[in-house]
């Protein structure tokens, strides 16, 4: 195992466990926390709060954007009603240019100039349909006659002499230029009559020769007055510059130069629209700018201005409103809480003054509550144990005197014992394995089942001083590594053929896992599995498999007497599985690892170890024809990598040779 993957498998749960101490130690450290009452209601009434907040938050935020939603709908609204209104506009214009140009003599008049017969024509037009501007232009582009009409005053005014000859979009007319939408051209006009919107069309006498054109408009500030009330907001009119050209907004104190866009730079950044905020009149408004169009050309700009000041106010009663419903409602639930955990606490800290009198002596001590919930409980078990407790401690006392009694008869058995021990490691070094039989061990196995069974029966007589629980715990223990001693020589000397069966090599990893737990959790070793998500089918023998799996686990645990981490994997490689074992342990020096497979090799202490294990597993991994490798770094840790095939041959064949292939270092 190299130091960066030990550094990734113990350095974040290191750290993760710092961090939780230090929170702890530091939370102990506040003296608010120190009462149960408070550090049940604390983050409770945390939690509340943080989730009030947040609640008045977006429902502030939802409202607000409802509100400025709805704004600029009302915008869009506008613009949409006041293009609809210059629309409407704009047919009327072309109705009315159909009338004049249909009208029987008009061309004519317009041909020879006839000024008396198109004024008594045009003002009988305009009254009745309520026309601002006629204005009738000869083929040389000088007005012949021009009419304006007042609505509201009823009266007319007629001029002569007018040249129209300088705008250019007469001699287009008069040209007889044709575009998409036909003959007519349509735009904005400032006269010295004021400024008009208009449509203009050409004339032709009965050869279709154009000899003139007729020219409608109406006001400007006319038209805006009437779109104002039905928009609902305040128009303006920008030239195809984006200057001001009317508007139905009082001069700004900054004057109307603030209410004017750069025309130019909207069109080349293909804008269709353009929204500004602004301050006017010390109050905030909001503009939506779109393109004028006449007759599907663009002759300008036209803005719709409202005042978005009521946004922030309804913002802001919204907000205190919902504040103050959220406050009432935490309040209400932190009042509950309170007397939640009021509830809670009161009997745990009865229980906690009943388990301090228990544990100054007292076993009369009872918790005296009635309740048929989680606490309840808690309080009659522990009301159960005290009474246990009493009973085993008068129970130990009469047991004493009988304990010392046959204390001496225990440190005899207890010597003679481990004499016995001594003798059998010694001659299990010394004897030959062949000279080994299962007779032998039988005798052998015999006695240390007899002597084991004594100190068990004489454990469970009662409660013994510490003295002669150790005795006892010492010969059980000395026979059961006895036992195993005798086991593993017996296993080692008859090499038996593997029982093949397909099974499912992860189901014996968890097998191994779960009969080795307590092994690891007293180890202090954090065991971290990588196993397949389905099964792995092989053939081998479950029962020899798993004796080599717990035999590496266990080493792996010895060589990590201060704790660590094990590593366990089983990966598929073509028609072999893999399982590999890596310890943080001490590691294996270099001239140890060649000898490890040796027969009554050990680096144990005298008394604690054959030497046998790594043997008998070198032997069944051999006889399932695969192979155990080891690598191991001094202070680092050691990986034992166990290969076996999936599907075994048949165990008459020469077996494969196991390779024992080593990698260390004495880093």
Known sequence: ?????????????????????????????????????????????????????????????????????????????????????????????????????????????????DRESLQATFEGIAVNNNIELIAAINDQGKGIITLTYDPEAGGTEFFTGDDYSLFGWVQSVLSGQVDEVGDKLAGLMDTQMGKFIFTIAPVRDADEKIVGALLIGSKIDTLLDELKLQALADILILNPEGSLV??????????????????????????????????????????????????????????VVTSSEYIATALTTNRNTFSLIFTLGTGAVILLGYLLAQHVARPILQLRSMSQAVA???????????????????????????????????????????????????????????????????????????????????????????IKGLAEELSEEGDLDEFTVDGLETIRDSASKANTIVTDLLKFARQSTPEMQTRDMRATLESVFRLTEYLVRKGN????????????????????????????????????????????????????????????????????????????????????????????????????????????????????????????????EQPMEVEKNVASSGR
């Open 246 to 303: 009317t508007t139905t907004l009082a001069e700004p104190e900054g004057g109307y130069g603030i209410l004017e866009i750069d025309g130019e730079s909207l069109r080349d950044a293909g804008l269709t629209s353009l929204n500004r905020e602004m301050e006017l009149y010390g109050r905030d408004y909001e503009v939506l700018y779109t393109p004028l169009m006449i007759r599907d050309a663009e002759a300008g700009f036209i803005g």
């Open 360 to 450: 100054g002596g007292d076993l009369n001590r009872s918790s005296g509550l009635e309740r048929t919930d989680e606490i309840g409980e808690l309080a009659n078990a522990f009301d159960i144990m005290t009474l246990r407790l009493r009973e085993r401690t008068e129970e130990a006392a009469r047991l004493y005197k009988e304990a010392i009694q046959r204390a001496k008869e225990l440190e005899e058995m207890n010597a003679r014992l481990q004499a016995t021990q001594a003798q059998l490691i010694q001659s299990e070094k010394l004897a030959s394995v062949g000279q080994l039989t299962a007779g032998i061990v039988h005798d052998v196995k015999n006695p240390l089942a007899v």
């Open 525 to 652: 070793v954090t065991l971290v599995p990588d196993l397949p998500l389905t099964s792995v089918m092989a053939t081998y023998d479950p029962q020899q498999i798993e004796q080599v799996l717990i035999n590496l686990v266990t080493n792996a645990v010895q060589a990590m007497p201060d704790g660590g981490t094990l590593d366990v994997s089983l990966k598929e490689h073509e028609d072999n599985l893999a399982i590999t074992m890596r310890d943080s342990g001490v590691g294996i020096p270099e001239e140890n690892v060649v000898r490890i497979f040796d027969p009554f090799f050990t680096t144990k202490p005298e008394g604690e170890g054959t030497g046998l294990g790594l043997s008998v597993s070198y032997g069944i991994v051999s006889r399932h024809r695969g192979r155990i490798e080891v690598e191991s770094e001094v202070g680092i840790g050691t990986t034992f990598t166990v290969t076996l095939p999936l599907q075994a041959d048949s165990l008459n």
């Open 1 to 113: 195992m190299n130091i960066k993957a030990w550094f990734r498998a113990k350095a974040p749960k290191d750290a993760l466990k710092q961090m939780n101490n230090l929170f702890e130690s530091v939370i102990a450290r506040i003296p608010i926390f120190s009462s149960l009452r408070t550090k049940l209601i604390v983050p409770y009434a945390t939690l509340t709060l943080v989730v009030a907040m947040i609640g008045v938050f977006i429902i502030t935020r939802l409202v607000s954007g409802s509100f400025e939603e709805r704004f600029e709908n009302q915008l869009v609204e506008a613009s949409r009603v006041t293009a609809d209104g210059v629309v409407r506009m704009e047919k009327k214009h072309l109705e009315d240019l159909r009338l004049l140009t249909f009208m029987e003599g008009v061309s004519g008049a317009i041909d020879s100039r």
